[in-house]
């Protein structure tokens, strides 16, 4: 198998765990943050990421785009966004739109949900094309991977902990996600690092169908671990990650660092400042 592929899904694995749990706060404020992925001593990825929570619904975007040799390689950019409600402390998602190039390739998904389940509107290329398709059964009462985010935002800030697990459908693979409050730790200072106290949050998130074709199953099904740092971006402001190491076979700890942050559509403030 060529290892620029599963390298290339662990990355795109980061952005779904960078806004995994919050913390409570005052008052809902869109939080835009930028990170930077590190993996072999090398950045190889930047996302810019914005959650906005209310009372009344969510709205959560993903904005990612390769950077130095995986670029070369595996380049791309991606745009994932979602609209949605919430039923209780259930999120219900209306509208997931993910769009890109990717490798040189368009690449198209659209998701709505009528009733509350999902339905594929958009699929580009075609699933069938790549993958097995997950069962209609296995499919029912799951949310996107971004929906699956503000869930566990929300309730962190409702309870002050991380711990939690979810279901996601992202048209193409089923997913699932653990996290567990492990205390917290101190960060000191560095130069462009952030530094300060972080709620310290174990994840574990696993593959359950949707494989690709050409895999080796028994491979895509073994879990992947990594731990989440939640603090302060700013003295006041509300907690989000400020650092995540995830661990993948190929290229041993891809870690995402807080770069810089602010609210969204205003200069942001470099971490570490």
Do not use: H
């Amino acid at each position: 198998m060529n290892p620029v592929r599963p390298a290339r899904l662990a990355l795109l694995a980061v952005p779904a765990l960078l806004f995994l749990t919050g913390a409570p706060s005052a008052q809902a404020q869109p939080i835009a943050a930028t990170y930077t992925v590190q993996a072999v001593g090398m950045t190889v990825m930047e996302v810019n990421a914005t959650l906005d929570i209310t009372e009344a619904g969510y709205t959560v975007e993903f904005r990612t785009r390769t950077r130095g040799v995986v670029a070369a390689f595996s380049g791309g950019t991606l745009v994932t966004r979602v609209e949605g409600v919430w039923e209780g402390d259930r999120a219900r998602p209306r509208r997931y739109v993910s769009e890109g190039v990717w490798r040189g390739e368009n690449r198209r998904t659209v998701i709505e949900w009528p009733g509350n389940q999902p339905a594929i509107r958009a699929m580009v290329p075609p699933n069938d094309e790549e993958r097995e398709t997950v069962p209609e059964d296995a499919r029912r009462n799951t949310v996107d991977n971004l929906s699956a985010i503000a869930q566990l935002v929300r309730q962190a800030r409702r309870t002050g902990n991380c711990d939690g697990s979810l279901r996601a459908f992202d048209g193409r693979r089923l997913s699932e996600t653990t996290a567990r409050s492990r205390g917290r730790e101190q960060f000191a200072p560095a130069r462009d690092e952030w530094s300060g106290t972080a709620l310290r949050c174990d994840f574990e998130g696993r593959f359950l169908a949707g494989f690709r074709k050409d895999e080796d199953r028994e491979a895509a099904r073994r879990p992947q671990t990594g731990t989440a740092w939640l603090g302060e971006a700013a003295p006041g402001r509300p907690l989000i990650p400020v650092r995540i190491d995830s661990v993948n076979r190929w290229f041993g700890t891809i870690s995402a660092r807080l770069a810089s942050f602010g609210p969204p559509g205003e200069a942001q403030a470099r971490a570490g400042n």
